[in-house]
């Protein structure tokens, strides 16, 4: 007896300290991390649009509280009171949804089959959140605790009294199956539910093992089934789930490899112990409790995406069904994520603290358009038809130039130039969709193209990628065709109005400017954001717009223009459109991707404070750890990553360039832990709240008056030292030789 209380003891220990009860003197990142960020959002207002994913780093499976009905792809809202399952997910975004999900459901006293009847009521106060484990009581007294591997989970259910005990299995129909083994305490089952990007031939196939004899079951037509049981009430019941997109042999050895014998405490444990290694590559010192929060809740998201599609054979060796070809294939494949979003911050921060997982991310690229003729734009798991830009390019070319090599670098530019010179016949977004009058007319024309100057604009960004891994490679000519057409930018300047604008086909400039009008030449967005999309030419735009002076100008008038908007093509306000008026920042519309680099132009103009005050403004007013966390989507970690990046004091305001173009740190100290034992350390003295601006700085101890630090800088290791001020110094990279990179300059 004495034996059982001190492991029962151990167990509980384990369970309050991996669920975030203060057991340590010093906090580890994940005990920083809340979940819930961001989760109260709605389809009119998005404050994140995130769910409380209980997962591995970059894992196969999240598993999350479901509180929608099957089917929406809102998931988990904070403001609903019933959990209706405990769902295995694999949704990168509500608009995009889910796919090869199934739920596990604790009920008492009754069988309910029905998701939308199911529903059990609960509140917050009884609900833990955690990145390794969630644990919520329910009002009915039914405790429920989960914890995951990156293809497997582990479930603890207690249940209250003895009668009416019963875990119901829902995959969520769409030809879906369950089959009970009650004899092995095991239900084998298949989901087909999908939102599209998948072959024929798409399942996901899971095994549930329970740890106590099943004494009743029973299945409908629904693809449901139930389970019951007769335990003791306050006895524990352990329920051992696993997965895989190949078969259920495979499933079963997923199980085996990864949660078979263990407890809920034992998984939970080493699911934080991965989290902390992971997020303790980059150490904050300092600021406010709230600020560490924030941090470390935004680097949680941005290491969830792009998710693992790839298992490992019984020799240990990586396979992958392919969502592209329907095909089982050696090595790696990763998935779950729109470039359009993440090329700006995720996978530039892939690039730099986490190389090794920006490899395989690299080769499964490749492998995408070996499988299907195109590389990825949005995929989920296969092609989706979302968001525009060829943005795969810029990814390859980010971690080519910063010295990844690990794919074939001849394959990957044949996909390139394909991604550039074709498009898909069922997915306008896969490829180059205007790729013919592109190069014909050197802009995408509109209307013949919807969203046409929003698509020139990403283009000419793709081409100047495109060039910079050409000619790194060796492809001369290539590379002059490409840099040359990454020119195509300054097509679309209408130089009376000082914005870009459409034309079309005959070149003539659309009627009825309206810097205001959201859609139709634009995407989410309109031309106030999208002037600012030449990524790899600031000087260039700046030429454009008259010169570093008047661009300066430009950029101030965003802050506090009218705060108004006409919602064009779009027919009515989009949540886009609505969190840009709640943010009362004039025209700037840091809830969605096309402007939130825009800050940093300043370093581009010779007013790098400029940049210092608005990045400290933007984090400390539309950034928090709570429910209401973001101020829009926070799409597959970009969000998060900006604020990663900028709380760090740098931003890749253009990948492929290899540089990091400064802001104002949030934090005394931080550290990276980077590829070969090298650390970089930034030291910001005396910032705070007032303390926004760079007085001076160091790098390895020799004056720094750059407004930008390069890659081969941040990884060969050093010391980044700032005097910070209350007052800007308008005399710190002021001149040319301080900007960073552009093509023109």
Known sequence: MFMKKLIYLFSLCLLLASCGHKMQTQPSPASFVNPLMGTSSTFAFSHGNTYPAVAVPWGMNFWSPQTGENGSGWMYMYTDSLIRGFRQTHQPS??????????????????????????????????????????????????????????????????????????????????????????????????????????????????????????????????????????????????????????????????????????????????????????????????????????????????????????????????????????????????????????????????????????????????????????????????????????????????????????????????????????SEEISSVGRDGYAEYDRLGYVPYPEVHEATAKTLEYAYADWCLARFAEKTGHQEVAAEYYKKAQNYRNLFYPEKGFMWAKDANGKWRDNFDATEWGGPFTEGCSWHWTWSVFHDPEGLSSLLGGHELMAGRLDSMFVAPNTFNYGTYGFVIHEIAEMVALNMGQYAHGNQPVQHAIYLYNYVGQPWKAQYHTRNVMNKLYNSGPEGYCGDEDNGQTSAWYVFTALGFYPMCPGASEYVLGSPLFPKATLSLPGEKTFTIHAEGVSDTNCYIRSAELNAEGFTRNYLKHEELVGGGEFRLIMDSVPNRERGIHLEDFPYSYSK
Not at 323 to 341: K, L, S, V
């Open 94 to 423: 509500p608009w995009i949804n889910d796919y090869g999900t199934f739920s596990i459901m604790p009920l008492l006293g009754k069988v309910i089959m029905d998701n939308k009847s199911r529903g059990v009521g609960f509140r917050h106060e009884n609900e833990k959140a955690a990145p390794n484990c969630y644990q919520v009581k329910f009002d009915n007294g039914v405790t429920t605790a989960l914890s995951a591997t990156s293809r497997g989970a582990v479930f603890e259910v207690t249940y209250p009294s003895e009668e009416g005990q019963y875990i119901v299995i829902d995959a969520y129909q769409h030809g879906g199956n369950v089959a009970l083994d009650a004899e092995r305490n095991c239900i084998y089952g298949t989901t087909r539910y999908n939102n599209g990007g998948v072959p024929d031939n798409f399942g996901n196939h899971f095994i549930l093992e329970f740890d106590k004899p099943i004494v009743e079951s029973g299945t409908d037509e629904n693809a449901c089934a139930y389970v019951g049981f007769h335990l003791k009430a306050g006895e524990k019941l352990t329920i051992r789930v696993a997965s895989s997109f190949i078969n259920h042999e495979q499933a079963r050895l997923n199980l085996d490899r990864e949660v078979r014998g263990r407890s809920f405490a034992e998984v939970s444990a080493a699911a934080k112990k991965v989290w902390d290694e992971q997020m303790g590559r980059i150490k904050v010192e300092g600021g406010t409790e709230e600020q560490q929060k924030t941090f470390y809740s935004c680097l949680y998201r941005t290491l969830l995406f792009p998710r693992e599609f790839y298992e490992f054979d019984k020799n240990e060796a990586p396979v992958y069904y392919s969502p592209y070809d329907g095909q089982i294939h050696n090595g790696y494949m990763y998935t779950d994520n729109g470039f359009w979003d993440t090329f700006r911050a995720v996978h530039p921060l892939f690039t730099l603290v986490y190389p090794e997982v920006s490899e395989r991310i690299m080769q499964s690229i490749v492998n995408a358009y070996s499988e299907s003729g195109f590389m990825p734009e949005w995929a989920s798991p296969g092609h989706r038809g979302c968001m525009i830009g060829n943005n795969s390019i810029s990814l390859l070319t980010d971690a080519w130039m910063k010295g990844i090599r690990t794919f074939d670098k001849d394959k990957a530019l044949e996909a390139m130039l394909n991604q550039t010179r074709a498009r």
